[in-house]
C-alpha cells in the first residue's frame, strides 16, 4: 500500500504560477511511476502528467510548455510546476502513483482555481 498526500493548490489569476506537491508514504519502493491527473467539474479525470523512476515525463498536449513534472525519489517526492495558468486549467488535481507489481494508488485531490 501506498499513502499519497498532496498540498500546493489554491486560488491564481490567469497567467499566474503554483506548485503542487505529493508526499508518498508506505510501501514505497514498489512506485514505478508518479504524476499527477485533473478533473474538472463535469468532464472526466484526465492524465495531465507522468514520471518515470528513470526521469521520462509525459504530457497531455494541453499543458506542454507551461508544467513541469518532476520527483525526488530520496525523498518520496513528485512535483508538479504549473506555469501560464489559464481558467481550463480549473479542476481537483490528484497526485498518482503505479507499482511494479500493477497497483495504482490516488491522493485526495486537491483544487486548483484558475480565475480570469
Known amino acids: 500500500q501506498v499513502q499519497l498526500v498532496e498540498s500546493g493548490g489554491g486560488l491564481v489569476q490567469a497567467g499566474g504560477s503554483l506548485r503542487l506537491s505529493c508526499a508518498a508514504s508506505g510501501s514505497v519502493r514498489s512506485i514505478d511511476v508518479m504524476g499527477w491527473h485533473r478533473q474538472a467539474p463535469g468532464k472526466q479525470r484526465e492524465l495531465v502528467a507522468r514520471i518515470t523512476n528513470d526521469g521520462s515525463t509525459n504530457y497531455a498536449d494541453s499543458v506542454k510548455g507551461r508544467f513541469t513534472c518532476s520527483r525526488d525519489n530520496a525523498k518520496n517526492m513528485v512535483y508538479l510546476q504549473m506555469n501560464s495558468l489559464k481558467p481550463e486549467d480549473t479542476a481537483v488535481y490528484y497526485c498518482?502513483?503505479?507499482?511494479?507489481?500493477?497497483?495504482?494508488?490516488w491522493g485526495q485531490g486537491t483544487q486548483v482555481t484558475v480565475s480570469s
Open positions: 498518482y502513483v503505479h507499482a511494479y507489481y500493477g497497483g495504482d494508488y
